[in-house]
């Protein structure tokens, strides 16, 4: 098992390339299972959790293939492995993401055999829109053993709403689409999610002949097609990933800049930023991080997109640390996801946890120490924070990190931090 090692106290500065998004990717992966023909995608990011996904769809008779300029050809072959249908413990409780094959299994070959999901243990994330979404459509579903087991004769458009108790759901709302292009007649989904990935994943199935309309809206209309073709299609930039090495370059009092950003999806974030006093210049697909020395503290409410993420949480509050004065934090989408605020109590930080708040009283002095990484952002977050803090931080446990950053240690260290990762 690896760990990271961060001598903290450099600057950053330079220029990095941001990878395509890891959740817009999984779903479109899946979203293959209804496609006649060999689709391209490009911008795949070489992570642990795509290198999962990639093992599902070849146990479900997916063929997969590395193009040399980076794309992954994805192909399944109508009428040949009717009765794979099973996506199994040993790989779906590796990521919570893995579940999005449970609409295009059903659609297309009529039966699903799903293990419930795991991946990061941020508190509650039940899956019952989901199945309320697909039942909607004329799904029976039943639970047996930890596996969600589906079937459907021939799926029918409905009026469905997806609202929940926390907001809208991301991965419903891909699973419910992608169960819908194939239906019978119309669908309308309410209270639809509109994220970028969930927006990303609707132009994928419109290029590959699905009829999605009101994309980017809280209302999805879904036209049932009969047939699906392959595509060349090239996913967007992970406005998560931007969004961290915004904070790097924030919290170092650096200048980076960002290319391959999609900045028009960044706009909760940057505002924040600008908020706190770090210069962001966005242009284009690229945008440029600068400090100005002088950073206030702020209060942030994590929100459904056009919100700040929830997935921005922890990087936020390693930077707030590290700003004297005043910061609380609501994080509305999954109240218990403070795991990490221990791990920066380790390091110095003053952080009081009252669920769905974090106060935080910053300080600039924060002190490397040994730290546990509890889910992939929390990782984000401690890595932030050693980038600043007096000393040396032992990060372990980053097969977490793994999952959603490629390569991050060699990344960050060609921006000039000090950092490597080690075998332990």
Known sequence: MDKIVIEGGHRLEGKVRINGAKNAALPIMAACLLLHGPSRIKGIPNIVDIQTQIKILKNLGGEIRHIED???????????????????????RKMRASVCVLGPLLS??????????????????????HLKGLQALGAKIETDEGYVIASAGTLKGTRISLKGQYGTTVLGTCNVMTAAVLAEGTTIIEDAACEPEVQDLAYFLNKAGAKISGIGGSILTIEGVKELHGVDYEIIPDRIEAGTFMIAGAITKGEITLENVRNDHLVATIEKL??????????????????????????????????????????????????????????????????????????????????PYATINGSPFLSGTHVMVSDLRAGAGLVLAGLVAKGTTHIHRIYHLDRGYEQIEKRLSQLGAHITRVSE
């Open 274 to 355: 600008r908020e706190i006093g770090v210069e962001v210049t966005a242009n284009g697909n690229t945008a440029v991080v600068k400090s100005n020395n002088t950073y206030r503290p702020a209060n942030i409410t994590t929100m459904p997109y056009p919100g700040l993420p929830t997935d921005m949480q922890a990087q936020f509050m390693a930077l707030l640390c590290t700003i004297s004065g005043k910061s609380v934090i609501a994080e509305k989408i999954f109240p218990d996801r403070f795991i990490h605020s221990a791990e920066l109590r380790r390091m110095g930080a003053d952080i009081r946890v009252d669920v």
């Open 70 to 92: 980076g794309s992954l050809e994805i192909i399944f072959r109508d009428g040949e492995h009717k009765e794979k249908i099973t996506a199994p413990y040993d790989l779906v």
């Open 108 to 129: 297309k070959r009529g039966n699903a055999k799903v293990s419930y999901p795991g991946g990061c243990v941020i508190g509650q994330r039940p899956i019952d829109l």
